[in-house]
């Protein structure tokens, strides 16, 4: 079955750049989308088609895929970006949606 | 504003059959764009995908869950369902509802419901 690989955290200081992975075979290949779950809530779409944001997610956010690594890039980071950060894709050999098993963000 | 509010019991006893719902608000659960999902997450843990369901009936299962899980879907109601049956400890999770969007083979979720915790406990 097809795997995703993300690193467990990530943290970054206010104001700077962080970067979340998401590894898997040939990735590029598919469409990677991410969400952000912050404590005792539901995930929320952050990017999808790799790089597209949905409406009233900031411009900050952003998204590439290529090789065997995608990446979700927020820029600028602020407290509220603290959160836990999952890339999923569909699987087409098994017919399967499968994540990533997320990255936690931390702001310093 | 299309909403997603899951119901059902919030605890269920080993062996048994987990039944859950999910009620689609502010827009029809009969659109020809979109599947309707399922999506479960134990807690402390990462999500897994259970299965979604088009509007005519059609669905799509996690390989891993496929000989416990089924799904329905009530177009009069604009409700689908789950069932996951013989349930262990490890069926323990909040169980999300959300819509299925784009295309199947490059589909993404959104947006969810708020969850709802299920206790498989005796």
């Known amino acids: 079955s097809y795997v995703l690989t993300q690193p467990p955290s990530v943290s970054v200081a206010p104001g700077k750049t962080a970067r979340i992975t998401c590894g898997g075979n040939n990735i590029g290949s598919k469409s990677v989308h991410w969400y952000q779950q912050k404590p005792g809530q539901a995930p929320v779409l952050v990017i999808y088609y790799d790089s597209d944001r949905p409406s009233g997610i900031p411009e900050r956010f952003s998204g590439s895929n290529s090789g065997n690594t995608a990446t979700l890039t927020i820029s600028r980071v602020e407290a509220g970006d603290e959160a836990d950060y999952y890339c999923q894709v569909w699987d087409s050999s098994s017919d399967n949606v499968v994540f990533g098993g997320g990255t936690k963000l931390t702001v310093l | 504003q299309l909403q997603l509010q899951e119901s059902g019991p919030g605890l269920v006893k080993p062996s048994e059959t987990l039944s859950l719902t999910c009620t689609v608000s502010?827009?029809?659960?009969?659109?020809?764009?979109?599947?309707w999902g399922w999506i479960r997450q134990p807690p402390g843990k990462g999500l897994e995908w259970i299965g979604s369901i088009y509007y005519s009936g059609s669905t799509y299962y996690n390989p891993s869950l496929k000989s416990r899980v089924t799904i329905s879907v009530d177009t009069s109601k604009n409700q689908f369902s789950l069932k996951l049956s013989s349930v262990t400890a490890a069926d323990t999770a909040v169980y999300y509802c959300?819509?299925?969007?784009?295309?199947?083979?490059?589909?993404?979720?959104?947006?969810w419901g708020q969850g709802t915790l299920v206790t498989v406990s005796s």
């Open positions: 959300a819509r299925h969007m784009g295309k199947v083979t490059e589909s993404w979720f959104d947006p």
């Open positions: 502010g827009g029809s659960i009969s659109s020809s764009s979109y599947y």
